[in-house]
């Protein structure tokens, strides 16, 4: 069941590139407008910052040592490293460093937010334009997605540059997932539509994984929603192609990610204050710091609640009076999804944090907001067409700006961790790790600073004839040639993970590790040695890139394969 969007408005109606050009304008001013505190106040200095700069930082100094694609993270730990790349979706930090490659690092986070809720925008154009047909309308919603409350608490409070770059593929998800259920009519074919929802699929997943457990519960709600409707199985087998292709092209990063997951300490993930039972709307826990920002995230989920049930409202009200043009059986599924991802926030649902594959380790429940405001924007721009346009869009102009003022106030504001982070890597002192990233058997706090590359322990710890020479220090490989006049071991700048292999003159050692931390000891005999210690493919890495490179293959094949017609 299927049908075209209203006619364009006749007032004022722009197509073509001319109107993609109104909309990067429209979504690049209103980003703007979002950094404009970060002129005067510095940078906004939210919960992740300095983890996202830290990541920047290493990965583009490994493209200088040649390395593409990074996985071992050289300057955690005070440079004992971690396999935070392993775990950690790469397109954020591959952006970040990327920009900072091109431009001071202490640009990047506003570079960062400027480039990535201009896209934003234009993503929510494209799904307005299509979805409502009027064009003032779409670039209404343009500005709206870009400056919504939820990307505003993550921008000044929270500084999740990973989630905020994810979110920018939700209203083209969207917008490909109708299309995969019937409700709107497209010249494209139907695997077309499934290589481009997999795509975009992947690109959640491979920009930050809470989002990508997220937009894999809410499309597969959306596909139900829609076969129950329509009485069809086709939106769920339609979907779950999609999904399955999806996760196939993000395979190289997600199948090492969950095998690799038994060497490391990932419960660090869900430490206290980390829990969702500790994050739904308005919990009260015995850190009152944490209370406090979870108080405001719960404000502005209200917010965006109120205004999406309102708008919501406005515009049943309104379709109820509609007899053609429009989709009926479109927009519950849609309001569906946004109920959902509200709910999701509330306590009651603490079971199904429990029971559902995965959801746990997003970790907090007010994350539901990055699906709610797909939905709060797709409302409130459907609201708004009419003789209330401008009236409605100044009045929600003062909703955000007074929005945004507030967090301005309440947010911390550095201009120095950057500057830090650089000053601490450029030193080679390195700087502090993960708790669900370190490996196992490690405990970071116990890590000590400002170490060598190679240093003797032990009872030969003070032999004053030894020497130790760093021949290659990469952030996979390590170089080191010791000359000691007794046996002795020598203990790297290096914790221990399966994908590290040490040898000492050619030949494979079997090393042991410092008590209170991971560290890898390396005995040594009299007289000179080499010890090579190199970051090597593991088999679950091998497997996830060729998962995905037969993905890639697949998706190809339905997006550009000619489809023989019947006469």
Known sequence: MSATPPAPESNWSVEGPRAWLYAAAVSSLTSLAILIPFFWLGTASGHDIQFHI???????????????????????????????????????WMLGAALGSLFPWTWIPGLFVLLVQTCAGLSAFALLRRLLGQFRVAIFGAALFAANPYALLVIYMRSDFAELLAMIFFPLLMLVALRLCGYLEEHRSLRSSLSEFAVLFAAVWLSNAPAGVLASYSFALLFTSAALTERSWRPVLNGGAAIALGLGLASFYLIPAAYEQSWVNIAGALTNGLTPAENFLFAHTKDAEHDSFNHIASYVALLLIAVTSVAGAIYFRRLARQQKGVNRDLWPSVFALGAAAAVMMLPLTNILWTLLPKLRFVQFPWRWMGVLAVVFVIFTSAAVAGRMFVPVCMVMALVLASTGSYLVKHTWWDSDDVNSVKEAVDSKAGFEGTDEYDPLEDDHTDVPQNQPEAKLVGPMESDAMATLRVLRRTAEDRIIVAK????????????????????????PVKTSRTISYNAILVPLPAGESRIEAHFTRTSDRTIGGITSILAIGAACLLAWYPVRKSA
């Open 484 to 507: 000691t006049t007794q046996p002795s071991v020598v203990r790297l700048r290096l914790l221990h993970h399966p994908a590290w292999t040490v040898t000492l003159n050619g030949k």
């Open 54 to 92: 830290q990541s920047w930082i290493d990965a583009a100094g490994q493209w200088k040592e040649g390395i593409l694609y990074p996985r071992w993270t050289a300057w955690a730990n005070y440079g004992f490293g971690e396999p935070r790349f392993v775990f950690y979706p790469p397109l954020s």
